[in-house]
């Protein structure tokens, strides 16, 4: 008998460390935006440097939520910041990287349209 594990679709998350983010077997030291259809850098690495144009550049890409990772530890972003993406009807929970990667890595596989956005203060190479 052949057993199979089913990949869920799209860009999921192998592993998480302090080093970053293991997709596809790349590691990925700097912050992301990740969904099944994409993945970018992404320029803020904590959530001081978060602004409107980041909010608006999530709220494009069109997902029914979006996970913050905020880095080690949770950090909520000033609340005008969140409710430009609940303008737009879309769902946004904030949580430190590591719960920000289980929960998007879940919510991937039930093939929900779900967006991370993962700050990290990694350098890059």
């Given at each position: 008998m052949h057993i199979s594990l089913d990949k869920a679709a799209g860009n999921t998350i192998q592993s998480y460390s302090d080093a970053g983010i293991v997709i596809d077997g790349r590691l990925i030291r700097v912050s992301v935006?990740?969904?099944?259809?994409?993945l970018e850098e992404w320029t803020p690495t904590q959530v001081s440097e978060l602004d409107a144009t980041h909010m608006a550049q999530l709220a494009a890409r069109r997902p029914d939520i979006v996970i913050l990772g905020t880095g080690q530890q949770q950090v909520f972003p000033p609340p005008a910041l969140l409710v430009e993406l609940q303008r737009h009807g879309i769902g946004v929970?904030?949580?430190a990287n590591d719960a920000a990667v289980r929960t998007y890595d879940v919510l991937l596989s039930e093939q929900r349209n779900v967006l991370l956005a993962l700050l990290?203060?990694?350098?890059?190479l």
């Open positions: 935006i990740v969904s099944a259809e994409c929970e904030v949580m990290q203060e990694t350098t890059r």
